[in-house]
């Protein structure tokens, strides 16, 4: 091998290693939290989904699932969402926004929220054969397909991270094929369907974009309690906060407005002052005690902030 490709290889080699590392790093921070809206329906599928559940509940729950079994979030439970949309009244018609997004996600402590709509979901047929009754009988060509809107918000400032459209079809021979509307009694039965292998890529891709721009959003906790000078936020160990670890802590000031435009441009935060973790398995690990390194007068809701 001569010097210079000897030099490239070894380049090549800390590259991959410095990529793996980093990647590894990645991994080992502080997970954000996540809230998963249920998504609007609007395929006009006709698809029952284990009875009274809607494609886009259905749809919503895959990615709740799959960003679970990733290990890379904490995912927040669909119950405390709903019932904060319910209390606040907030997307009452099944109608979700950024704005509320934000909101609902600002009240659950999460950093991250993800919203949308599946706009097309079901089965296109093309076949030479004939019908008899409510079925084609022959064998043709079957597709299904499955399209969903996704919104990926930052709760703290409200702003829409991406905004995307990931959509999934596959092809596949038919043979009598129904005219009856589609109805699946249980997950198995539509994880084993063309248009559920095709639902299941399409969540798939919405993880990857999730994971893609997770990055762009910083980790964030908030004071959730004070109590005899010791400071208690909503992130513990099961997010990887670890004792010894020191955050700033700051305070939502005044808001800045675009004179010409109205607009809200964000805000100038307020500095209180820093902790330390000494205890990071309040709640099982979602929560941890701090104590007061510099400052006074934490509230709660105050945002805490990595260094």
């Not at 080992?28 to 609007?42: C, N, Q, Y």
């Not at 606040?88 to 509320?100: K, M």
């Not at 099961?238 to 305070?251: A, N």
């Amino acid at each position: 091998m001569t010097p210079y490709a000897s030099r490239a290889a070894g380049l090549a080699v800390l590259f991959l290693l410095t990529a793996t590392l980093a990647l590894h790093a990645q991994k080992e921070g502080k997970k954000k939290r996540i809230a998963v809206f249920s998504f609007a329906d609007k395929s006009d599928s006709n698809f029952g989904w284990g009875g009274a559940k809607s494609v886009g509940d259905g749809v919503s729950d895959m990615l709740v699932t799959e960003l679970v079994q990733s290990g890379d979030y904490r995912v927040i439970e669909r119950e405390q969402i709903n019932a904060l949309l319910a209390e606040q009244d907030l997307g009452t018609q099944g109608i979700v926004t950024a704005q509320s997004a934000a909101q609902i996600g600002q009240m659950l402590g999460v950093e991250i929220a993800v919203f949308g709509a599946v706009t097309e979901f079901g089965y296109k047929d093309r076949d030479s054969g004939v019908r008899i009754g409510g079925t084609r009988v022959g064998v043709g060509k079957q597709s299904a397909v499955a399209a969903v809107d996704i919104r990926m918000v930052n709760t703290t400032t409200g702003e829409i991270i991406t905004a995307e459209n990931v959509r999934e079809t596959k092809n596949a021979l038919s043979g009598n094929v129904s005219y009856k509307k589609y109805d699946f009694g249980s997950q198995a039965d539509f994880d084993q369907s063309l248009i559920g292998k095709v639902t299941r890529k399409c969540v798939e891709n919405v993880v990857e974009l999730v994971n893609d721009n997770a990055g762009r959003i910083p980790w964030m906790a908030k004071v959730i309690t004070v109590q005899g000078g010791q400071v208690y936020i909503n992130s513990g160990s099961l997010d990887g906060v670890q004792v010894g670890d020191t955050f700033t802590v700051y305070r939502k000031g005044k808001s800045l407005v675009d004179p010409d435009t109205g607009l809200e441009l964000g805000s100038i935060d307020e500095k209180v002052g820093m902790l330390k973790v000494t205890d990071n398995s309040v709640g099982n690990g979602k929560a941890a005690i701090c104590s007061i390194v510099s400052g006074s007068g934490f509230e709660r809701n105050d945002m805490v902030k990595e260094q």
